[in-house]
């Protein structure tokens, strides 16, 4: 992954695995990658050479709403997008009230809802 084409690569020979239903936390000083990481795994940028495979499909064969929904980052300063509460638990209105409800009390926040 480059930023520019005149650019060095900010990524080199990373190469990873992650087994089906594991969570992973990328971590790492300033200037370690995290954030490149990130933007070519979401598609911001894509890669200029290699390939990055999701369960097998090659992320560039995938649609970019399709890839975006179905993986996720924890930034380290939260935030909240301009709505409500539901819209951003929620943002692709996927799941219905009740669902939304149980999720908030099985983590302890529907009080605070």
Do not use: C
Not at 28 to 42: A, D, N
Not at 52 to 78: E, M, V, W
């Amino acid at each position: 992954m480059r930023y520019r084409p005149t650019l060095k690569p900010s990524i080199i020979d990373l190469s990873f695995r992650v087994q089906a239903g594991m969570k992973v936390g990328i971590v790492g000083r300033t200037g370690s990658g995290k954030s490149s990481i990130l933007q070519t795994l979401f598609r911001l940028i894509d890669p200029y050479q290699g390939t990055i495979y999701i369960d097998g499909t090659d992320i560039t064969q995938i649609g970019l709403h399709k890839l975006r929904q179905n993986i996720s980052f924890i930034p380290q300063a939260p935030f909240l997008i301009q709505g409500t509460i539901r819209e951003n638990l929620d943002p692709f209105v996927e799941h219905k009230d009740d669902r939304i409800q149980q999720v908030l009390k099985e983590v302890q926040l529907w009080e605070f809802v």
